[in-house]
């Protein structure tokens, strides 16, 4: 299995909508791509800053790429992402693991 790994920030007057736009985004179409496994996201305040940290789980490469293209290394980003001010990490990683687990 593969875990895909995401990391984007918000200032913190737009942390809880843009949590519910990562829901209804990046969760919500990762779930709807078949061979996806799971979407865990974890949230930290740092300062003035919401930071939020996506995992999606996949059965296999070509699950990755069904849902982030032949380019699977570049984050998968929406068009409403810039009314949150997001600070989006332009990569992501994927890491082969035996299991699903929190962040």
């Given at each position: 299995?593969?875990?895909?790994?995401?990391?984007?920030?918000?200032?913190?007057?737009h942390?809880e909508?843009?949590?519910?736009?990562?829901?209804?985004?990046?969760?919500?179409?990762?779930?709807?791509?078949?061979?996806?496994?799971?979407?865990?996201?974890?949230?930290?305040?740092q300062?003035?800053?919401?930071?939020?940290?996506?995992?999606?789980y996949?059965?296999?490469?070509?699950?990755?790429?069904?849902?982030?293209?032949?380019d699977y290394?570049?984050?998968?980003?929406?068009?409403?992402?810039?009314?949150?001010?997001?600070?989006?990490?332009?990569?992501?990683?994927?890491?082969?693991?035996d299991?699903?687990?929190?962040?």
């Amino acid at each position: 299995m593969i875990v895909r790994t995401w990391h984007g920030c918000v200032p913190l007057k737009h942390a809880e909508g843009f949590a519910q736009h990562l829901e209804e985004t990046g969760v919500e179409h990762s779930k709807s791509v078949p061979g996806n496994r799971g979407a865990l996201v974890r949230r930290e305040t740092q300062a003035d800053w919401e930071h939020f940290f996506l995992a999606t789980y996949w059965q296999d490469l070509a699950a990755v790429k069904a849902f982030a293209g032949e380019d699977y290394h570049v984050a998968v980003t929406y068009p409403d992402d810039e009314a949150f001010e997001l600070l989006s990490d332009p990569y992501v990683f994927q890491h082969e693991v035996d299991n699903v687990t929190p962040l």
